[in-house]
């Protein structure tokens, strides 16, 4: 018999009958989260027992996987290559198989958490409650998770089901779609002294200025929108809730810039004058985002109808001032 003829053919076909396919997936989740503990955390496995599947993999790739960076671990190459091969079909295995379990929302008592701006919660929560009345499932609404890293960390470990931002995930473990569009306005109490009879560019960047604690591509909001360089802005002050926002304006010479919809809802309540922005601005879109993997999966599947419903139900009018 040749070297390496049939008998090479029976040992490769015997190694892959005995290679526990569950090292691919410990694999993947410390390449994604880059810690063994993270992963050990994120699978409900011991320090060690990742450690472990992590050496066997290695012995069965022959190659180094993971090389110390600072208090981590960071992917050689050969990690890398093989994470981008591998993690796409273990995410289609995954959902293949979420799309068959079924899931009645008046029976369940599936509790989800959303994270979401405030305005968007205040616009929608009435309606939610109303859709669920007769149902099993409950939805806990989170406030905005101020730190981009932050909301995509609560995303992969599941602390959250459904984010609603502003800003659409640019990696392929997060999946989107964008329910709505709304414009910003510049806000002031209605009897301040220099905005009675509107604003303008020179008035608005010499005004102080109230900001809201959400940064998104490591840029405020307003920045977000702006089509040309905004100038240095004076700050008054930075609050982490719109509506404290609104209400400090209404009991100061500061102005600040919020979402038209939601400003509108408490003008007459803060007594507020809502004016167009005085610089050339696109509207801020609003997207849903939600795990990849869980993208066929009935119970995440009719989270995200349900939410988009009552969004797109509030967002759809025309808003004039």
């Known amino acids: 018999m040749l070297p390496g003829g049939v008998n090479a053919h029976r040992k490769t076909d015997d190694e892959l009958a005995k290679f526990d396919l569950n090292l691919v997936r410990v694999f993947c989740c410390v390449c994604e989260y880059q810690s063994i503990s993270l992963a050990a955390e994120h699978l409900g496995l011991t320090q060690s027992s990742v450690s472990n599947a992590v050496n066997r993999f290695k012995v069965v790739v022959g190659a180094e996987l993971f090389v110390r960076q600072g208090r ?20 289609g295995i995954e959902q293949c198989i979420m799309s068959v379990k079924e899931f009645n929302p008046l029976d369940s008592k599936r509790v989800f958490h959303v994270s ?51 800003v ?101 309540i803060f007594k507020l004058n809502l004016m167009e922005l005085p610089f050339s601005s696109q509207q801020i879109s609003i997207f849903s985002i939600w795990p990849t993997k869980h993208h066929h999966d009935p119970a995440n599947k009719w989270l995200r109808e349900i939410i988009e419903s009552s969004i797109q139900t509030v967002y759809q009018h025309e808003s004039t001032i």
């Open 72 to 91: 981590g671990i960071a992917l050689t190459a050969m990690a890398n290559h093989l994470y981008q091969s591998l993690n796409p079909s273990l995410m």
């Open 168 to 268: 659409a995930p640019a990696e392929a473990s997060f999946s989107s779609k964008q329910l709505a569009t709304e414009r910003l306005v510049c806000v002031a109490r209605d009897n301040h002294p220099v905005f009675k009879h509107g604003i303008d560019e020179a008035s608005y960047f010499s005004a102080k200025h109230l900001f809201y604690r959400l940064h998104r591509q490591n840029q405020r909001v307003a920045e977000l929108i702006s089509i040309a360089h905004l100038p240095v802005r004076e700050m008054y002050g930075e609050k982490s809730s719109l509506l404290t926002m609104l209400s400090s304006v209404s009991k100061s010479d500061a102005i600040c810039i919020a979402p038209y919809t939601y400003a509108k809802s408490y003008q007459q």
């Open 116 to 166: 979401a701006n405030e305005s968007v919660i205040d616009l929608i929560q009435s309606s939610i409650e109303q859709q669920l009345a007769d149902k099993g499932v409950e939805i806990i609404f989170i406030e905005a998770i101020y730190e981009q890293d932050d909301l995509y960390e609560a995303l992969k470990k599941q602390h959250i089901d459904l984010a609603i931002d502003i």
